[in-house]
């Protein structure tokens, strides 16, 4: 069963840059099919897509976030990665990492995700 | 970008009871439409796919329908493990877009 863990720094600085990594147990990273997704959810709010990106590097971003976002895979470590520059105090949100699956270009769900990590950013 | 307009943003159920959920798209997006329940501090969880496809594992309480710009999730019998939040998303068209949410509490 594949399982997500996110990891990294909970505070900070604005005009920083934010790096999460969402580890992959339980099966690969390279397994055809399959997205790996960054998704974030602002305190007591809905849920935003920020983009994915499949094994082998090619992705896609939301356009809100395109100019400030990058989302890098490492299949040896099963790792795959999410940086947002220039962060600021709207940039504050759990953010996820969840697997994407494609049946078609069309219908795509994301199943599972990882439990979140709370950003806050702040001086 | 395609807005998700969930209605209601909260309602009061009892267990036992049968609670319907709405989803309206800005535009038509056939039946690109999933639903995930999310539980306080806890990450979403796949319910429904494809407007009407329960997700393996899933208790068949659950249903969902719809096509085009309306769409509904229906809990038959409401559980007290069902007192979550649920959202819709669309997967027409990129970006992606979820709905607001709908909390389900306990009257």
């Known amino acids: 069963q594949v399982q997500l863990q996110e990891s990294g720094p909970g505070l900070v600085k604005p005009s920083q840059t934010l790096s999460l990594t969402c580890t992959v147990s339980?099966?690969?990273?390279?397994?055809?099919?399959?997205?790996w997704t960054w998704i974030r959810q602002h305190p007591g709010k809905g849920l935003e897509w920020i983009g994915y990106?499949?094994?082998?590097?090619?992705?896609d971003y939301n356009p809100s976030l395109k100019s400030r976002v990058t989302i890098s895979v490492d299949t040896s470590k099963n790792q795959f990665s999410l940086k947002l520059s220039s962060v600021t105090a709207a940039d504050t949100a759990v953010y996820y990492c969840?697997?994407?699956?494609?049946?078609?270009?069309?219908?795509?769900?994301?199943?599972?995700w990882g439990q979140g990590t709370l950003v806050t950013v702040s001086s | 970008d395609i807005q998700m307009t969930q209605s209601p943003s909260s309602l009061s159920a009892s267990v036992g009871d049968r609670v319907t959920i709405t989803c309206r798209a800005s535009?038509?997006?056939?039946?690109?439409l999933n639903w995930y329940q999310q539980k306080p501090g806890k990450a979403p969880k796949l319910l429904i796919y494809?407007?009407?496809s329960l997700q393996s594992g899933v208790p068949s309480r659950f249903s969902g329908s719809g096509s085009g710009t309306d769409f509904t999730l229906t809990i038959s019998s409401l559980q007290p493990e069902d007192f979550a939040t649920y959202f819709c998303?669309?997967?027409?068209?990129?970006?992606?877009?979820f709905g607001q949410g709908t909390k389900v509490e306990i009257k």
């Open positions: 969840a697997r994407r699956y494609s049946r078609s270009s069309l219908e795509n769900w994301f199943d599972p």
């Open positions: 339980g099966g690969s990273i390279s397994s055809g099919g399959y997205y």
């Open positions: 990106i499949y094994y082998s590097g090619s992705t």
């Open positions: 535009q038509s997006i056939s039946n690109y």
């Open positions: 494809a407007a009407s």
């Open positions: 998303q669309q997967t027409y068209s990129t970006p992606w877009t």
